[in-house]
């Protein structure tokens, strides 16, 4: 993790160093391969998942296939506690991520994220192919991790790839939240919303899963390509109702949903239903677990720590006050924690974009919160993405502290100018607070670090 910091001197210097180092314990806690290490155990023939025991001599094949930030190494820690009792897999993942995946088993095909391609249709094929008709003498293991919503497309008949890009783009810029967004995609793809799990029926399918979604929901997760959905093509209409995008979208899309709300084009499979009695779907990673590690750190250190909520939502500029105000309250008068005091959340906000400037909504969340603490005395925030980019730049996200408005000032930066223009990436390079890790190979949301010194 990389904060290129021009001023030593700055009173909060170690309150910046505690922050970044919290953070930093956060991401760890999200390490693909650490989280596969944890939950697969190996005993001759006998594989512990979690819970789950199974007896690998029963099955004639064991498959790997999945999609997402961190589904590469996940898959990479499976073959090398599987080895060659796998016969096989494709996993598509980001094709910036560095460095590349390596495998004697498993083929990993680069897909685009977010906006899906033909990429990630091609390595969604050759998974099928693979496999080719199911039986239940098969055990297929499903990666699936943050981001595999866009990395696994494979679009409903009717509906084209520029289609469901069209639409993922002007969802992404409405502010929709991401289990809006995914109701959407779910219901004009092939795979997503159980359809994955219907196509391996009725082989024995043991999804792991690394949560980016906001209270952990399956169906929502990469779209739950392996999980029963609770949405409709009703739901999907609401959305698209809602961000007034219905009539935007390309006609294709608005017919297959017309189909669907009209019985022609049929549901995702929802609970229930036979396919899933197969399928076990087990969360192995999360930003709870991310939060928990950031705040045993902070409290180790002596700060009083809170965990305020993993389930942090709504627009970051809201957010972002609503988090100043929590760091006034206790800085000015003790409550909810008195300082030194270190305040931890996580979740994911969204950006509706009104400005051309340039940024990510962990940016915009920081120069949200500088502005409302400018002036508090030994105060810092901070806030990324555990996947290491925000929004369409290079930065995890920002880090400010109650000077931060003055310092910026005396560089004749208005704060308020750049969050109006959505420009808080600029904001923060001037100021050299971006907070850059690179790609992580991980997604559990987003984490938020606020730290006060007495």
Known sequence: MKHNEKQPELPTRRLRHEALAALHIAISAADPKRIVRANLKLRKSRLRVGSIAIDLNSFDRVFVIGGGKASAAMGEEL???LGTRISGGVINYPDYLRPRPRSRLIFYNEATHPVPSVKGVRGVEKMLNLLGKPTRKDLVFCLISGGGSALLPRPVKGVTLSDKQKTTELLLESGASISEINCVRKHLSSIKGGRLAELLYPARVISLIISDVVGDRLDSIASGPTAPDSTTYQDAKQVLSKYRLF????????????????????????PGSKIFRRVSNLIVGSNEVSCLQAYKYLKSRGYNSAIISTRVQGQAKTVGQILAGIMIDSKKHGFPLRPPAAIVAGGETTVEVRGKGKGGRNQELVLSAAI??????????????????DGPTDAAGAI??????????????????YLERNDSYSFFKKLSDLIITGP?????NDIMVAVLGK
């Not at 409302?372 to 980019?389: F, H, K, N, P, Q």
């Open 79 to 81: 073959e090398r506690i």
């Open 247 to 270: 009539e935007q979208v390309p006609s294709r899309v608005r017919r297959i949903i017309r189909e669907g709300l009209a019985g022609r084009s049929p549901e995702t499979p929802k």
């Open 372 to 389: 409302e603490i400018a002036g508090l005395e030994r105060s810092v925030v901070s806030s990324i993405g555990t996947d290491g980019i």
């Open 400 to 417: 400010a502290d109650g000077a931060t408005v003055d310092r910026a000032r005396r560089l004749h930066v208005d704060p308020k100018f």
């Open 440 to 444: 992580t190979g991980t997604n559990v």
